[in-house]
């Protein structure tokens, strides 16, 4: 059996008291000069969805980390009125750097590329604004800002619908029936008005934050590559050019996935994204033993 074969999991203890799987597939023969992944799902996708990917990453020497959204998955977030918050600003301020603190005792120091799908970018995004050292770049892969202005009209139309409704379907219930996303489950209401607040203005803010999380974009300056994949109508290329352009001091580039691998779907057959990422991070944050460590983080 080698490593790829079965992940080690890590148990992660949340500050609301629930815990989550951090699933870890560490390469038989790490590239030292690639840096360590860390993705994040997008919404209402379990970590294990995302293991084909990892698996393919590892084959390739790099080591990865899948964690879990609270409230997703094998999550145990209790979701409803009663539970503990679990927005945008809980995953980019605690559940990210919780992660990251279980891949250092794991893997040792290293830096990390995020990894975000959908909303999991958009999280990855909110967490390089707490300009965290470790973080060393950012991939979106059918990722997206979802303000509605980035769509063509009629799907605008209907985010911006969904921005009004959807916070008000979260506050009567505690939750929004994961169906208005295509998906199942229920998401927590937390995370929906954040998403809304996206949908509507654009702005980065959520709520509970303790930073100024537009200062804190307006300065990171690693980089970000997005993958649009090709006819996937929820992360069009206007959409996914918008959480680019949350990083106007970024080195950013986009690319088109040519083949119509699926919203979702790209994650279970990874080939072509996996090549596009690796390229990437051996342009952009390829690790020089001769580098400096204020060199690797962000300034």
């Not at 490593?3 to 500050?15: A, G, N």
């Not at 990722?143 to 209907?158: C, L």
């Not at 069009?236 to 001091?249: I, N, Q």
């Amino acid at each position: 059996m080698t490593k790829t074969d079965d992940p080690q999991r890590i148990e992660l203890r949340h500050s609301d008291g629930s815990t989550s799987p951090l699933l870890v597939v560490e390469a038989d023969h790490r590239d030292e000069n690639r840096p360590a992944v860390l993705v994040l799902p997008g919404i209402a996708v379990g970590a294990r969805y995302y293991l084909p990917l990892a698996r393919a990453l590892a084959a390739a020497g790099v080591d990865v980390a899948i964690t879990e959204l609270r409230g997703q998955g094998e999550s145990t977030h209790r979701i409803g009125r009663r539970g503990g918050a679990a927005g945008y600003h809980e995953s980019a301020a605690e559940d990210v750097p919780l992660a990251l603190d279980a891949m250092r005792r794991t893997l040792g120091e290293r830096p990390v590329v995020l990894l975000g799908h959908s909303m999991g970018a958009q999280i990855g995004v909110y967490h390089l604004a707490r300009h965290d050292p470790r973080v060393v770049g950012l991939v979106a892969v059918a990722a997206q800002s979802p303000f509605h202005r980035g769509y063509p009209p009629q799907v605008g139309r209907r985010l911006h619908l969904g921005s009004v409704l959807l916070p008000v379907i979260g506050r009567v219930s505690g939750h929004v029936p994961g169906q208005f996303f295509g998906a199942t489950g229920r998401i927590p209401a937390d995370r929906i008005r954040d998403w809304s607040r996206l949908a509507a203005t654009g702005v980065m803010q959520p709520e509970r934050a303790d930073v100024d999380y537009r200062a804190g974009l307006a300065r990171v300056t690693v980089p970000a590559l997005s993958i649009v994949i090709a006819r996937d109508h929820l992360a069009p290329e206007s959409a996914a050019r918008g959480l680019l352009a949350m990083l106007p001091a970024s080195r950013t580039s986009l690319e088109l996935e040519p083949s119509a691998l699926g919203h979702n779907g790209w994650a279970r057959k990874p080939t072509e994204v996996v090549a596009r990422v690796l390229a990437w991070m051996d342009r952009e944050v390829a690790v020089s033993p001769s580098r400096d460590d204020d060199e690797v983080g962000d300034a």
